[in-house]
T-cell receptor
Framework: ETGVTQTPRHLVMGMTNKKSLKCEQHLGHNAMYWYKQSAKKPLELMFVYSLEERVENNSVPSRFSPECPNSSHLFLHLHTLQPEDSALYLC????????????????FGPGTRLTVL | RKEVEQDPGPFNVPEGATVAFNCTYSNSASQSFFWYRQDCRKEPKLLMSVYSSGNEDGRFTAQLNRASQYISLLIRDSKLSDSATYLCVVNPRNTDKLIFGTGTRLQVFP
């Protein structure tokens, strides 16, 4: 078991719904990440928060909206999604920071399996 | 060219076999390198970091060739429990951003 939890574990939503994914880390880390994992594709980094500031936004459509209220919690707000957004959404955390400590291990949560109908 | 390329496999090997995975990366300035393991329907977990001098952890050996921009993972005496997808991961700028390969699937059979 990792110290990163995600809820819900499974989500089915229609294209007009609004939902939120939640991630919580209990490791005292200061960097958190959202990734998308689709079948037969590499993990795609979506957003990075370091010290609660968004430091990376990988050209993600605006229908995905992240929120990081504190260093332990990360949300991904979803609205008007498309069927191609169906994927596994993984949250991760690390003891990183804007200082470029890129050698730090990222710990992943179990993911939310999202299906958009 | 993809930033990180791996042979997707699957590699089907018998227990006790030695198997090697390769990975190439496109950014010659990349700073740090890792192998992660992802079991079916589970999250990725760090298997080992990869150092320039090569490093070993039990049955697992990782090597880096900076000149060829190539990383390898060798698994000796394969166990059934080694069946998983092995992800090659590169940190191109020594920041918090990691670039993942698509993964190489390994299936060890009895």
């Amino acid at each position: 078991e990792t110290g990163v939890t995600q809820t819900p574990r499974h989500l089915v939503m229609g294209m007009t719904n609004k939902k939120s994914l939640k991630c919580e880390q209990h490791l005292g880390h200061n960097a958190m990440y959202w990734y998308k994992q689709s079948a037969k594709k590499p993990l795609e980094l979506m957003f990075v928060y370091s010290l609660e500031e968004r430091v990376e936004n990988n050209s993600v459509p605006s229908r995905f909206s992240p929120e990081c209220p504190n260093s332990s919690h990360l949300f991904l707000h979803l609205h008007t999604l498309q069927p191609e957004d169906s994927a596994l959404y993984l949250c991760a955390s690390s003891q990183g920071g804007a200082g470029g400590q890129g050698n730090n291990e990222q710990f992943f949560g179990p993911g939310t399996r999202l299906t958009v109908l | 060219r993809k930033e990180v390329e791996q042979d997707p496999g699957p590699f089907n090997v018998p227990e006790g076999a030695t198997v090697a995975f390769n990975c190439t990366y496109s950014n010659s300035a990349s700073q740090s390198f890792f192998w992660y393991r992802q079991d079916c329907r589970k999250e990725p977990k760090l298997l080992m970091s990869v150092y320039s001098s090569g490093n070993e952890d039990g049955r697992f050996t990782a090597q880096l060739n900076r000149a060829s921009q190539y990383i390898s993972l060798l698994i000796r005496d394969s166990k059934l429990s080694d069946s998983a997808t092995y992800l090659c991961v590169v940190n191109p700028r020594n920041t918090d951003k990691l670039i993942f390969g698509t993964g190489t699937r390994l299936q060890v059979f009895p």
